[in-house]
């Protein structure tokens, strides 16, 4: 029996569905059964539900009995959160999920972290980026989000000493069919012409990687990766003048026509929340953390994951036709929807 936690996210649906078609034994920690039914429809009926959460320590306890593997992929995103909530979900939650774990005599945990764990490229005295390893010393981004997910994936490679099998990945920018909002956001953009600029500079360089990927990766660490390590799930290193000159001519869209410079992205990303706290909004549109994420050198290598898990990227335009058939079919449903519901007003 595996469990499935962080089971109604967009790489927790994908990898559920995934595990079921392929024989296995499902059960997903989720809030209630009616969110359950929501995302999965018909196939929740082959699936166990375990409805609990990260605080919950019984419920946790009730939903590792009789589990011999864990995927745990829930967590808090949040690059505007502050580090005590955050570290409540990410680092707590974590602690009481696996301390059930131990208690129950699960065997193995797949924990996913993050790249922002590790954190960018660092460049070499000449400036030179040399892609981050998961060997390289981390050193994430001062967000809170960044820094409780490498606190998050230590403390997970801390039961190794208590009995259980651990393995962690880290995947970058993640795009593909089932979310509408994200990465998939921006691809939207460039196909529609309204992206206007680059974030920073069109030299800057961006790490996405396929759905698909992150689950046949999260999986191959479940049955072939080496307890204790660190594996990066990423897709190619690009320029974004790569990325999106690629997606406008799989799109028939639009590339960006110029770059904003991050100072000037940072500065509106302060006013946008500060405006926020004035008018008492819990979210700024944008933060300055967020900036800094975006704009950050993400040259990852993925030699590790393909020489042990076995990984090769989907090809990049491959994914991203695939992408935009999903979103163009969301769209034209929602479309369909609004329509019939005026001609029944």
């Known amino acids: ?84 909530r955050m570290r409540a979900v990410n680092v707590e939650g974590t602690r009481r999920l696996l301390d059930a774990c131990t208690a129950a005599g699960v065997k193995r945990v797949v924990h996913m972290s993050s790249i922002a764990a590790g954190g960018p490229a660092m460049a070499d005295e000449n400036g030179r980026y040399r892609p981050r390893a998961e060997e390289d010393e981390p050193a994430p981004l001062p967000d809170a989000y960044s820094i409780t997910k490498l606190e998050q994936e230590r403390l997970a490679l801390s039961y190794r000493d208590r009995g259980l099998e651990v393995v962690v990945v880290r995947p970058s920018a993640v795009f593909g069919p089932g979310d509408p909002d994200g990465i998939n956001t921006v691809i939207w953009m460039v196909k529609e012409g309204r992206l206007p600029f680059y974030l920073g500079s069109a030299q800057a360089v961006v790490n996405l990687v396929f759905v698909r990927d992150v689950v046949r990766g999260t999986v191959a660490a479940m049955e072939r990766g080496r307890s204790g390590e660190v594996y ?3 897709g190619p290193n690009l320029t974004q003048e790569q990325l999106f000159g690629l997606l406008a001519q799989v799109s028939g869209g639009r590339s960006p026509r110029w770059a904003m410079p991050v100072s000037v992205l940072v500065g509106a990303a302060r006013l946008a929340t500060l405006g926020a706290r004035i008018a008492f909004r819990r979210r700024s549109p944008v933060h300055p953390h967020e900036v800094r994420s975006w704009t950050a050198p993400w040259i990852v290598s993925d030699e590790k994951a393909r020489r042990e898990l076995g990984l090769v990227p989907t090809d990049t335009a491959a994914a991203f036709r695939e992408t935009l058939q999903w979103l163009s079919a969301q769209k034209a449903g929602r479309t369909e929807s609004a329509g019939g519901a005026d001609a029944r007003a």
């Open 1 to 84: 029996m595996d469990l499935v936690t962080g089971a109604t996210g967009f790489i927790g649906e994908q990898l559920v569905r995934h595990l079921a078609a392929q024989g296995q034994k499902v059960r997903i920690l989720v809030r209630s059964r009616e969110k359950a039914e929501t995302v999965f429809g018909p196939l929740c009926q082959q699936l166990e539900v375990a409805a609990g959460d990260l605080g919950d320590p019984a419920s946790l306890e009730r939903a590792v009995s009789g589990v011999e593997r864990v995927y745990h992929l829930a967590s808090r995103i949040n690059f505007q959160g502050s580090l005590k």
């Open 232 to 234: 990066h799930l990423v």
